[in-house]
C-alpha cells in the first residue's frame, strides 16, 4: 500500500469571456491531429502503461520481462537476468532464440526495428512463434522503446551479436552485425525518459517481489534480480512452482490442513494450473494470472475457479451429510475465508482489457478453469478426507460467524430505519448533498473532533470523530468486528457496506480523509483504519477514495512571521534562514491535533487551498496482504523481523 501526493480538482472552464459556449463552427477538420504510434506513445503514455508515476515506470520493466517469459513458456528459454545500474538505467537479458534480425517482407526494415517501432507488429499473432504468451497487442515493447531516453538492444543470434539503438524511440543505428557470440539470446537496455517520469524511481522491494513471483509462476525458470544502486542481487528458482508460492503466502499463519493442494490439467491449448491452502486467518488471498501477467482485477478465470470451490464443497459436505438438509448451503464468503490461492491458466489468445492486462476476459477461460477444478477437487477431498473435514470445518466455522455477523448488521440497519435511516450521533454531517463534491474527515479523539467540526467547511466537510483505538480486524472474525461501535460508525456514515455487499454507488463522501496525531499513537490508529479498509472496503481504495490528511509537525514563529512545517528537514531549512533575520524564534511541536485551535487546523489541515492530501494506493495487493499479515496478524517473530529490516526506513517517529 502506498500514499501518494494529490492535489485537489479544480473545475476546469468551458466557457468563453463572455460567459458563453465556444461555438461548434469552430471545429473543424484542421482540428483533427492525426499521431504517428510513437507520437501518441509520448503524447497519452498512459494509454500504453497505466501511468507516469512510479507504477508506470514499473511497467516498463514488467513489459520487457514479459517478451524474455514468453521464449521460456514456449520452451526456448531458462534464464532471466534484470538489472538496475547506478544511472536507473535498466538492462534484461534472457538465454532465448535471440529476435529475428533479417529483413521483414512487408515492411522493408529489419524484423527487430518491425517489431520496435510499428504499433500491433510482433511474433505472437499468428502462432508459429508462440503457443502461448503475455503480450499480444504487439505494443509493450514498442512503448517501452517510445517513452526511453535511449534503448538499445543487442541480439545473440546464428553466433553472431547484433546491436540496434535508439533515442526515444527515434531510430539512430539500425540493425548492425558487430561481432561474435557464444550462445544466442536478448538484451534489451533502456533508460526512462524524464521528460515522461520525471523523478519517479524504481521500488527495490515492489520489482523484487514480482520477479519472485514469476519465478514461482515458471517452476525451473531461473531468474536473478541484481540492484547496483544498493549493491544487491537475489536468484530465484522453484521447481515447486504455485504450490510454493501458497507456501509463501501462508508462511506467517497456522495452517488448517498441511499441504497446498495442486491441480493441473491441459485441456485443448489451454493449460489450468491451481494450488490453495485454508489458514487460520479471516480474510482471502487469492491471486490470478494468465500467461505469468498478474490480472490484479481478475477475469473469467478467477470466476471458474470461485464457482467450482463453492459448488464442491457444498456437494462433498452434503454427500457425507456434514450438514443437516434443511441447513443452508455455505456461500462464496464462507468458503473463501482464510483462503490463501494462485489460479493460473495459459492460453493461446488471451482478451487482457486495456495494454495494462487487469483482467482476463476470454468467456471460454470460465468453463475450462470451471471443469478442471471441480474435478480434480472433487478426487482430491475423496482421496484425502482428513483434509476434506479440516477445510469444512473451517468453512462452516466461517458460515457461523458470518451469520452472526449479518445479524449484527442488520440490527444496525433496523436500528438506523427506526430512527429514519439516522447517521451515527457523532457524526457532524455537512450540507452538500453531491457526494462527488462532499469528503468525509476520520478524526482521533474527541477534542480533535470538536477542533475540526468547529475549524471546517460546514457545507462540504463532515467530521466523523473516533474514539481511542479501533479494533485490529486482522485478528477479529466478522461477528466480533461489527460489534464494535466505531467499525459500525464508521460503516453507517460511508453507506456502502462491506466486503461482498459493499456498493460505491452508496458512498456518501468521494474523499474520505484519516486525520490523527502526529505520534506513535495515530501512526497505530491510522495503521487500524487502512486495515479495516484493505480488509473490508479494498474497492473504496481501488477507486481512489481514501486519503490521509497531513498535519503539521511544528509552528516556527519568528517576530511577527509564523511557518507551518510537516518535517524535521523543513523545520532545519526554516530555522536557518530566520536565523539570520535576528528576530525571536519561538518553535512548538504538535503531537496531537488538539493543540491546534479550530483556525489552525483549517489553515494547515483542511482547506483545499493549502492543505496536502496523501492519496492511498494499493500498487501491489501481494505485498500489501503481507505486510497486514505482519504488521497486524498474530504471529511475533515476522512482525519483529519486519521492524528490524525496515527500522532504519521510519520517517516521523516520535520518541
Known sequence: MEINPNSQPETPNTENTNGVPEAAGSYTAANIQVLGGREAMRRRPGMYIGST????????????????????MAGYCNRITVIIKKDNSVIVEDNGRG?????????????????????HAGGKFGGGAYQVSGGLHGVGAKAVNALSEWFTAEIKRDSKLYNIQFKQGILTSPVQEVGTAVGCGTAISFLADKEIFGDATYDYTILLDRVREIAY????????????????????????????????????????????????????????????????GYSESIYSFANCVNTIDGGTHLTGFRTALTRVLNDYSRKNKLVKEDEASLTGDDVREGLAAIVSVRLPEPQFEGQTKGKLGNAETKSVVESVMSDQLALYLEEH???????????????????AARRARDLVLKKNSLDGGALPGKLADCSEKDPANSE???????????????????????ILPLRGKILN????????????????????????????????????????????DADVDGSHIRTLLLTFFFRHMSELINKGHLYIAQPPLYR????????????????????RRVKETNRKIELQRYKGL??????????????????????????????????FRILMGEEVPPRKAFIQAHAKSVKNLDV
Not at 493543540?595 to 505485498?623: F, I
Open 53 to 72: 508515476d512510479q507504477r508506470g515506470l514499473h511497467h516498463l520493466i514488467y513489459e520487457i520481462v514479459y517478451n524474455s517469459v514468453d521464449e521460456a
Open 99 to 119: 529476435f529475428p534480425v533479417e529483413i521483414h517482407p512487408t515492411t522493408g526494415k529489419s524484423a527487430l526495428e518491425t517489431a520496435l517501432t510499428i504499433l
Open 217 to 280: 509462476l515458471n517452476k525451473g525458470l531461473e531468474i536473478t534480480f541484481q540492484d547496483e544502486r544498493i549493491d544487491v542481487e537475489n536468484t530465484f528458482y522453484f521447481e515447486g512452482g504455485i504450490a510454493g508460492y501458497v507456501h509463501h503466502l501462508n508462511r506467517t499463519r497456522e495452517v488448517v490442513h498441511p499441504k497446498p493442494i495442486y491441480i493441473f490439467k491441459q485441456v485443448d491449448k489451454t493449460t489450468v494450473e491451481i494450488s490453495f491452502q485454508y489458514n487460520d
Open 385 to 403: 478426507p482428513d483434509d476434506a473435514h479440516s477445510i469444512l470445518e473451517k468453512c462452516f466455522t466461517a458460515a457461523r460467524a458470518r451469520e
Open 440 to 462: 468525509l474527515y476520520l478524526v482521533e479523539g474527541e477534542s480533535a473532533g470538536g477542533s475540526a467540526k468547529q475549524g471546517r467547511n460546514r457545507r462540504f466537510q463532515a
Open 473 to 516: 480486524v486482522e485478528k477479529a472474525a466478522p461477528d466480533k468486528m461489527l460489534a464494535h461501535e466505531e467499525i459500525r460508525n464508521l460503516i453507517t456514515a460511508l453507506g456502502t457496506n462491506i466486503d461482498s455487499d459493499l456498493d460505491l454507488l452508496k458512498l456518501r463522501y468521494h474523499r474520505v480523509i484519516l486525520m490523527t
Open 556 to 575: 516556527i514563529k519568528a517576530g511577527s512571521l509564523q511557518h507551518w512545517v510537516y518535517s524535521d528537514q523543513e523545520r532545519d531549512e526554516v530555522l
Open 594 to 627: 488538539g493543540e491546534m485551535s479550530a483556525e489552525q487546523l483549517w489553515e494547515t489541515t483542511m482547506n483545499p487551498q493549502t492543505r496536502t492530501l496523501l492519496q492511498v494506493t494499493v500498487p501491489d495487493a501481494v505485498r500489501a496482504d503481507e505486510s
